[in-house]
């Protein structure tokens, strides 16, 4: 069995790499929507990702079952400002992880 730290790590690199995809299938003007956005997900994930790779600091139960909700909404979300609200979400997870 996987511990909450790999579930984590497996669902917020999944989540990367759904906005990589979304952006990049974007329109113009929807990419110019998505891209704070896409930066900021992905400099919080690098931080998160970091953190629990050397230092292994448990992510909860409670924070893996927002980022499950999360994955289902990013997965869900036909328009592009639903996407960005669940991404932006999950980046308040992550950087509460990468500063725990």
């Not at 984590?8 to 979304?22: E, F, K, S, T």
């Not at 997900?41 to 931080?47: E, F």
């Not at 909700?69 to 990013?74: C, R, S, T, V």
Request: glycine share 4%; hydrophobic share 50%.
């Amino acid at each position: 069995m996987e511990d909450n730290d790999t579930q984590a790590l497996q669902h917020a690199g999944a989540a990367v790499m759904a906005m990589d995809v979304r952006y990049r299938n974007a329109t113009p003007a929807d990419r110019i929507r998505l891209k704070r956005t896409r930066d900021q997900l992905w400099a919080t994930y690098v931080l998160a990702r970091n953190r629990l790779l050397e230092q292994g600091v448990l992510v909860t139960d409670d924070e893996l079952g927002q980022m499950d909700a999360l994955k289902a909404d990013l997965g869900d979300a036909a328009e592009t400002m639903a996407f960005a609200r669940a991404a932006l979400k999950l980046t308040g997870i992550l950087a509460r992880i990468a500063l725990a």
